[in-house]
Structures are given as C-alpha cells and as structure tokens.
C-alpha cells in the first residue's frame, strides 16, 4: 500500500537557520508533489507544486526538491524566522488531484 | 466569497445521531474535494466531485458516509449513525479545474461524538 513518511514529527531550530523537512514515499508514483502550511485549527495552505520531471523549484525562501528515483522531497526554508513556526504536509497527488498526506513535520523556529 | 467556507465550525452530537456538514468553494470552482483529519495526522482523503458528479468515493470509510453536490457548487457531507470514531476535523478544498490546479482549504468543521 501506499506510504508517505515526513522525517519527524517535530523539529526546532534557531531563526535565521535553514530547516529542511523530509518526505519519503513508497508504493506510488505521484503526478506531481505538493507542500503545504497548517496552523493549529486552521485548514492547510497551498505553498508550492514540483512535478514528477522537475528537480527543483524555488518561491521566496521556500526550496523544493524532487528525487523520483530515491522517491523523496525536501523542503527548504532559509533565513527562518518565528512566524515560519508550523505544521508543513507534504502531499502526492494524481491527476485528478487526488492528494495523499503525510502527518506534518511541526517546525518551531526560536528567536 | 473570497476564500473556501464551512459550516458549522464545530459540532458536538450523540452517538447514533446524523449530522450534516456543508461546504461553499470558491466561486467558478468546477472541483470539490472532501477530507477528514485526526489529530496529529495529515488531511486523508474521502471524496471528489467534479461538477456535481462524484468523480472518486474510494475514501469514504464505509455506507454511513454520503455526500452530495447536487448544483455543482455547495456541497454537503453526511454522516448517518455516527460513531465516537467519526471524531475529527473534516476539511473542504476546492480547485478550478481539478487535476494539478491548486487546492483551496477551507477552515475545517471539527466534529466531536460523544
């Protein structure tokens, strides 16, 4: 059966470090990669899309990357900051956009 | 609206009772995704609509589970017979097209059975 893994399920680091969440996936073979924030109690929010023939994608702070030959993302935020504090999903989804979650990394970044 | 709304934010029911959650996407939306998520785990997938046909139910645990979306806009998820196991937060997303296009969450109801 399908497994999504995001590396731990907790990650503290100092701001202005770079945080780097892992997502590793077994048994799929996604259209495409999708990450997204969640605050406690709120719906998760888009953040960047990399597709199954793209390496690497960039918005802002915020690196992506995409291996489908050891099938696993990275997810880079440089220069963190406080408000960078949350939970991060990563998602495989098909072509219709069926999404398929990991269960978050919570990052907490400390002033 | 501007953004993906539902309704209500929270319920609290009985065990055995039914319960209705309803979701408004984002205008023009042609693509509707339902979710429930447990605490500490990601959003799980239950059902997609595109207009208002049913595209993909294969999420949805069992026949107590019903949605519908019968105008291709609004869409309501229907719990009969709940359990304490249905407790979770139920989230709506929708997207313009469906497929790669970006998926908009809304808020979430968190459903509570006692």
């Known amino acids: 059966s399908q497994k999504i893994e995001q590396n731990s399920e907790a990650l503290n680091i100092q701001e202005g470090k770079t945080a780097t969440l892992t997502c590793n996936y077994t048994n799929y073979s996604p259209a495409y990669l999708q990450w997204y924030r969640q605050d406690p109690g709120r719906g998760p929010v888009f953040l960047l899309l990399i597709r199954e023939n793209e390496k690497e994608k960039r918005k802002e702070r915020l690196k992506v990357t995409f291996d489908t030959t050891l099938k696993q993302s990275l997810f880079h935020i440089t220069a963190s900051q406080p408000a960078d504090s949350a939970t991060y999903l990563c998602?495989?989804?098909?072509?219709?956009?069926?999404?398929?979650f990991g269960d978050g990394t919570t990052l907490t970044v400390k002033p | 609206g501007a953004g993906v709304s539902q309704t209500p934010s929270n319920k609290v029911t009985e065990k055995g009772k039914y319960v209705e959650l309803r979701c408004d996407p984002i205008s023009g939306h042609t693509a509707l995704y339902w979710y429930r998520q447990s605490l500490g785990q990601g959003p799980e997938f239950l059902i997609y609509f595109q207009g208002t046909g049913a595209a993909d139910d294969s999420g949805l645990p069992n026949d107590r589970f019903f949605a519908v979306r019968p105008e291709g806009s609004v869409s309501t998820l229907k719990i009969q017979r709940t359990e304490r196991g249905d407790s979770a937060m139920y989230l709506c997303?929708?997207?313009?097209?469906?497929?790669?296009?970006?998926?908009?969450f809304g808020p979430g109801t968190r459903l509570t059975v006692l």
């Open positions: 998602a495989l989804v098909d072509n219709a956009g069926k999404s398929t």
């Open positions: 997303a929708s997207s313009l097209t469906g497929g790669k296009d970006t998926q908009y």
